[in-house]
């Protein structure tokens, strides 16, 4: 497609469920990012995946949250047993490896909300 | 690791007063330097890029120079306007291995007032 694609867009979600969130990156970008912005913050750093590489989860917040991404394509980040303080908006980035200088195309985010 | 730390907002401004908001930032190596834009209800978007030392970046009457001596990326625009009105990222991006994961700063709100 032409730009980063997220779905869904928002999410309701009761607590203690999991959650499934996905991100579409641009076609022939190899690295990913997941971000978190919470209401009225920055981003906060969750993970990054580049090419084979092993990815760089150093900024997952539990063992409740993980991530995967299948070759150079799609990636999902789980939210295992949702707590309320998980309400954010879920920012997905992809970029180009090859040069260093290379900005990073964001989607447009999905909306979690755990009541 | 990487960091960025960049001036705490709010910041609010009048029409056509000359805007400021600083960035400095940790990193080992030749980081390449960005500044986002959120605009309200909207996804985040590259405003200008800076990749060596002395490069201006620019856009939309913006500019920031990265200054490698004072490791500086500071945002400025002569004259503001009300749809300047948004929150401003300062980023960089490392060089080799691992250390090309984008690093963000916290944000700094504009609100532009006519």
């Known amino acids: 497609g032409a730009g980063v694609s997220q779905s869904p867009s928002n999410k309701v979600t009761e607590k203690g469920k999991d959650v499934e969130l996905r991100c579409d990156p641009i076609?022939?970008?190899?690295?990913l990012y997941w971000y978190r912005q919470r209401l009225g913050q920055g981003l906060e750093f969750l993970i990054y995946f580049q090419g084979n590489s092993a990815p760089d989860k150093s900024g997952l917040p539990s063992d409740r949250f993980s991530a995967e991404r299948t070759g150079e394509s799609v990636s999902t980040l789980t939210i295992q047993r949702t707590q309320q303080e998980d309400s954010a908006v879920y920012l997905c980035?992809?970029?180009?490896?090859?040069?260093?200088?290379?900005?990073?195309?964001f989607g447009q985010g999905t909306r979690l909300t755990v009541v | 690791g990487n960091s960025v730390t960049q001036m705490e907002g709010p910041v609010t401004l009048s029409e056509e007063a000359f805007l400021t908001i600083n960035c400095t930032y940790t990193a080992t190596g030749y980081p390449s330097l960005f500044w986002y834009v959120q605009y309200p209800g909207e996804g985040l978007q590259l405003l200008l890029k800076?990749?060596?030392?002395?490069d201006k970046g620019s856009n939309k009457g913006f500019e920031a120079t990265y200054r490698k001596e004072t490791t500086s990326f500071h945002l400025e625009k002569g004259s503001v306007q009300v749809s300047d009105s948004a929150v401003y990222f300062c980023a960089l991006r490392g060089s080799g291995g691992s250390n090309y994961k984008l690093t963000f700063g916290k944000g700094t709100l504009l609100t532009v007032n006519p």
């Open positions: 800076a990749t060596k030392a002395d």
């Open positions: 076609s022939g970008h190899t690295a």
């Open positions: 980035a992809s970029s180009s490896f090859h040069r260093a200088g290379t900005e990073a195309f």
